[in-house]
């Protein structure tokens, strides 16, 4: 079965770095995008970006060029996000989804059929 | 601000239908996704496509759109559907991914 599985919890100082793992199971790693989303305490979903297996092309969303950056390593399946210059609304969950996408009447559609548990990302002096 | 719009909160009577929506000018060329999320879990897939249903997901949810504004519908909600539900979408860049602000629905 298809498994994603993320890294412990993190408390990080302002201006730190943090990098947050997602191994995957139960499927062919190479064969599927993955995307990282976000979630602060009460707020809503977050999309922060996505990478192919081969790790290019990847996209960000705007808000985090810069200080984003997400690897993928195909030898042990796993992925990998990194934020840089972290500050206190940074705090969040963190999640790894896996890409799925098809078309229907022309029209193409993506979803994220797998989800990891989440990582709390906590930044605080 | 999101460029998929859903109203912050619905409520239904135990049984009856109830229909979330979510609009933004990307919807009229894609199909957006739907994602159920209960309290400290993770988001879980319950519509993408036209309206099609992961395997687990019961035939009450079902999903529709008409030109930029797709609908989650939920017909005969239980109590276990009380959640926050969100869209998403490629964005108009077509390079980008977005969620809607999410609704929480409540079954009274």
């Known amino acids: 079965q298809v498994q994603l599985v993320q890294s412990g919890a993190e408390v990080k100082e302002p201006g730190a770095s943090v990098k947050v793992s997602c191994k995957a199971s139960?499927?062919?790693?190479?064969?599927?995008?993955m995307h990282w989303v976000r979630q602060a305490p009460g707020q809503g979903l977050e999309w922060m970006g996505v990478i192919h297996p081969s790790g290019a092309p990847r996209s960000y969303a705007q808000k985090f060029q810069g200080r984003l950056t997400l690897t993928m390593d195909t030898s042990t399946s796993a992925a990998h996000m990194e934020l840089s210059s972290l500050r206190s609304d940074d705090t969040a969950v963190y999640y790894c989804?896996?890409?799925?996408?098809?078309?229907?009447?022309?029209?193409?559609?993506?979803?994220?059929?797998?989800w990891g548990r989440g990582t709390l990302v906590t930044v605080s002096s | 601000s999101s460029e998929l719009t859903q109203d912050p909160a619905v409520s239904v009577a135990l049984g009856q239908t109830v229909s979330i929506t979510c609009q933004g000018d990307?919807?009229?060329?894609?199909?957006v996704s739907w994602y159920q999320q209960k309290p400290g879990q993770a988001p879980v897939l319950v519509i993408y496509g036209k309206n099609n249903r992961p395997s687990g997901i019961p035939d009450r949810f079902s999903g529709s759109s008409s030109g930029n504004t797709a609908s989650l519908t939920i017909t005969g909600a239980q109590a276990e559907d009380e959640a926050d539900y969100y869209c998403k979408s490629r964005d108009s860049s077509g390079d980008h991914w977005v969620f809607g602000g999410g609704t929480k629905l409540t079954v009274l």
């Open positions: 989804a896996r890409d799925v996408s098809g078309t229907y009447d022309q029209r193409t559609y993506w979803y994220f059929d797998f």
């Open positions: 139960g499927y062919s790693f190479s064969s599927h995008y």
């Open positions: 990307s919807l009229r060329n894609t199909y």
